[in-house]
């Protein structure tokens, strides 16, 4: 399973980056507001800057919503860096955008995928990724976790190339329960990665072990 950190945030990805553990990264247009980087030229050069950090793919999302548009911006996107995936909405012309790029051996993620329908079309599209909100179904009472049990039975069914990217990850349980189910990668933030490696009774085993060390020597 890949581990994608799913912020714009420089110090958040070096050091997921850091642990050794780090597969890629995700952003999106309300991720790099948060962050405060705004206009045309300092949003590029961010994505340029986290292609430096991180070793693997970088997810960069388009803002157009039509086939030209996102033509025209996913082609700037993807000559920035070749780590550099185009992140394209799940409407008919970021369908459309998705065979144009896969077509051309440009990597894409589906983004905003909430039904297997969806995915069935990302798939068909030729998408690298298909990205899955889990935490927003949650969010509205709908199970997250079955859409991505549902994709992955209908990927298998027909060998489907396209990788699910479980996206909107809450927290860790979301995270090992997406490996369970076959997801091949997951997207989520800091928290949820780090959280993997907390458990009460390493720290109290790691403790012991230290503290009878001490006593020898
Ligand atoms: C996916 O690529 C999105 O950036 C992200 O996972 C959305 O997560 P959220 O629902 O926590 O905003």
Same mark, same amino acid.
């Given at each position: 399973?890949? &581990?994608?950190? +799913?912020? /714009?945030?420089?110090?958040?990805i070096?050091?997921?980056?850091?642990?050794g553990?780090?597969?890629?990264?995700?952003?999106?247009?309300s991720?790099?507001?948060?962050?405060?980087?705004?206009?045309?030229?300092? %949003?590029?050069?961010?994505?340029? #800057?986290?292609?430096?950090?991180v070793?693997? +793919?970088?997810?960069?999302?388009?803002?157009?919503?039509? &086939? +030209?548009?996102?033509?025209?911006?996913?082609?700037?996107?993807?000559?920035?860096? +070749?780590? %550099? =995936?185009?992140?394209?909405?799940?409407?008919?012309?970021?369908?459309?955008?998705?065979?144009?790029f896969?077509?051309?051996?440009i990597?894409?993620?589906?983004?905003?995928?909430?039904?297997?329908?969806? /995915?069935?079309?990302?798939?068909? /599209?030729?998408?690298?990724? =298909?990205?899955?909100?889990?935490?927003?179904?949650?969010? %509205?009472?709908?199970?997250?976790?079955?859409?991505? /049990?549902?994709?992955?039975?209908?990927?298998?069914?027909?060998? &489907?190339?396209?990788?699910?990217?479980?996206?909107?990850?809450?927290?860790?349980?979301?995270?090992?329960?997406?490996?369970?189910?076959?997801?091949? =990668?997951?997207?989520?933030?800091?928290?949820?990665?780090?959280?993997?490696?907390?458990?009460?009774l390493? #720290?109290?085993?790691?403790?012991? &072990?230290?503290? #009878?060390?001490?006593?020898?020597?």
């Amino acid at each position: 399973m890949k &581990f994608f950190i +799913d912020t /714009a945030n420089l110090e958040q990805i070096k050091e997921a980056q850091d642990m050794g553990i780090l597969d890629g990264v995700t952003t999106n247009p309300s991720l790099m507001a948060k962050e405060g980087i705004t206009g045309t030229d300092n %949003i590029l050069k961010h994505y340029v #800057d986290i292609c430096k950090i991180v070793d693997g +793919d970088v997810s960069a999302e388009v803002i157009s919503t039509d &086939f +030209d548009g996102m033509v025209r911006e996913g082609e700037a996107l993807a000559e920035l860096h +070749d780590q %550099i =995936v185009i992140k394209l909405p799940m409407i008919k012309d970021g369908i459309k955008a998705c065979k144009y790029f896969s077509d051309r051996g440009i990597k894409t993620n589906v983004t905003l995928v909430f039904s297997p329908g969806q /995915a069935l079309l990302a798939a068909k /599209a030729g998408a690298t990724y =298909v990205s899955p909100f889990i935490g927003r179904l949650d969010d %509205i009472s709908t199970d997250g976790l079955n859409l991505i /049990a549902e994709i992955r039975h209908i990927y298998d069914n027909y060998a &489907f190339d396209t990788q699910i990217l479980a996206a909107s990850v809450r927290h860790t349980m979301h995270v090992i329960d997406c490996a369970k189910l076959g997801a091949n =990668v997951m997207t989520g933030p800091l928290s949820s990665i780090v959280g993997l490696l907390k458990h009460p009774l390493t #720290d109290i085993g790691l403790e012991k &072990f230290l503290a #009878d060390y001490k006593k020898g020597n």
